[in-house]
């Protein structure tokens, strides 16, 4: 068995971020699919490991830790295998700032319109239509923050970095164009050029599977 298994579901935005965040360190993991229509992360079973009975969840075997949320999964994964975390604690702190920041309409926005778009929820359309300026008020923001870095936090790539592109990414999705947003293309593909970085619609499996 692998020190590690992700429990989570292929659509899923929050379990993208951990399963790239898997692949960009290259740590062996099992993946198993937690499945939602049919109720699986309201069993007992799946909140004995995620009080909240929500996707996705880290399993570190050897810890005996069981993770939620998935921007503290990076943040445990950026201290177990080494990468990641920024050079000093400063950095580490200014990645969990981004991280933070990230949490607020820049989720709400882009998650909650591309749902919409997908079939998958449904809001009134004033609501719908916050949503969308909450998205595109956060990637203008995120855009000028851009500008003149070439990451988000120090000089390399961080969880802030695998945390945000996780959101973003689902931008295509949501029918939102980042036409307008240059500085945060040009960061988008420095992303897509780490070396075993997945995109969203390839990165995670639609079965479970175990480790090679
Ligand atoms: N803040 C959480 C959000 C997790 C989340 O919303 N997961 C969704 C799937 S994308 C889920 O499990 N929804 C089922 C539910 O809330 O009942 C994170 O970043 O991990």
Known sequence: MARYTLHGMWPSGPTYKVGLMLRLT???HDYEHVDLRAGAHKADAFLAKNRYGQVPVL???????CLSQSSV?????????????????A???RAREWQFWAAGPLTT????????????FKFPDDVQAANLQSALGALKE??????????????????????IYGIVSYSGQAQIDLQPFANLRKWMDRVEALPGFKGPTECLPQASVKAP
């Open 109 to 120: 926005g882009i998650y909650r319109t591309r749902a919409v778009k997908l079939g998958l």
């Open 26 to 28: 290259n740590t062996p």
């Open 142 to 163: 995120l855009d000028g923050l851009l500008a003149g870095r070439t990451w988000l936090v120090g000089a390399g790539p961080t969880i802030a970095d695998i945390d």
């Open 91 to 93: 950095d580490r702190l």
């Open 59 to 65: 399993e570190d075997h050897e810890q005996d830790v």
């Open 73 to 89: 999964i990076l943040d445990y994964l950026a201290d177990e295998t080494g990468q990641f975390g920024g050079k000093d604690r």
